[in-house]
């Protein structure tokens, strides 16, 4: 079993409309971070969220930490092709910082 | 910005030979660490390295890899004896308080 479950697995939607990437958890985390993935290359960082409760903005993305610092939720705002890609949650645990626990990751398609 | 950097790009190599692929974390960096992802799956954790020792590593990280930080900005990662299912891309990471960055990776393919 995955520490983190990262949902959906896959999601392809039409530009413009709204998504939501989850990142779930039993364990409580010490900060999660979402990255963005394009083929060939490696995870680009989109945001930290330390806080349980935090709320974070980048353009049309909105980041959650949730209260108990065991889950998090990725919100895209009207969805553009460029947003298309490979999203993954990661995570230290509270009680681990030698190691990063990844989700499996969100295949995202945003087709025009 | 500072960033994490790898070389090489992309490896070939011979199944039974040694690779060493190179990383220079971010410099006032203190966790490193390698994973490696096979083509189409998920990233898989390898290997952490704090105050010149290993961490944690994972039952993949065998006797066949070993990790060194030889100077003050290089960390490496070695694999004695390359095996098929050692092709995936490599990547570094460096840590500061909370946020752990990626370098670009290393394509290794093992013929």
């Known amino acids: 079993t995955q520490l983190l479950e990262q949902s959906p697995q896959f999601l392809s939607i039409q530009e413009g409309e709204n998504l939501t990437v989850y990142c779930n958890s039993s364990s409580v985390f010490s900060s999660l971070q979402w990255y963005r993935q394009e083929p060939g290359e490696g995870p680009v960082l989109l945001v930290t969220v330390v806080t349980g409760g935090e709320v974070k903005k980048l353009k049309r993305l909105t980041f959650q930490f949730g209260d108990a610092r065991k889950d998090s939720s990725l919100h895209i705002t009207a969805a553009q092709p460029g947003d298309t890609g490979l999203y993954l949650c990661?995570?230290?645990?509270?009680?681990?910082?030698?190691?990063?626990?990844f989700g499996s990751g969100t295949k995202l398609n945003v087709k025009p | 910005e500072p960033e994490v950097t790898q070389t090489p790009s992309h490896q070939v190599t011979q199944m039974g030979q040694e690779v060493i692929l190179r990383c220079v974390p971010i410099s006032n960096h203190l966790y490193f660490y390698w994973y490696r992802q096979i083509l189409g799956q998920k990233v898989e954790f390898l290997v952490s390295?704090?105050?010149?020792?290993?961490?944690?590593k994972s039952e993949i990280f065998d006797d066949q890899f070993s990790v060194e930080r030889p100077d003050g900005s290089n960390f490496t990662l070695k694999i004695r004896s390359t095996k098929l299912e050692d092709s995936a891309m490599y990547f570094c990471a460096s840590r500061g308080l909370e946020t752990q960055y990626f370098g670009p990776g290393t394509r290794l393919l093992v013929l």
């Open positions: 990661a995570g230290v645990l509270s009680y681990n910082f030698n190691k990063f626990y």
């Open positions: 390295f704090y105050n010149n020792e290993i961490s944690e």
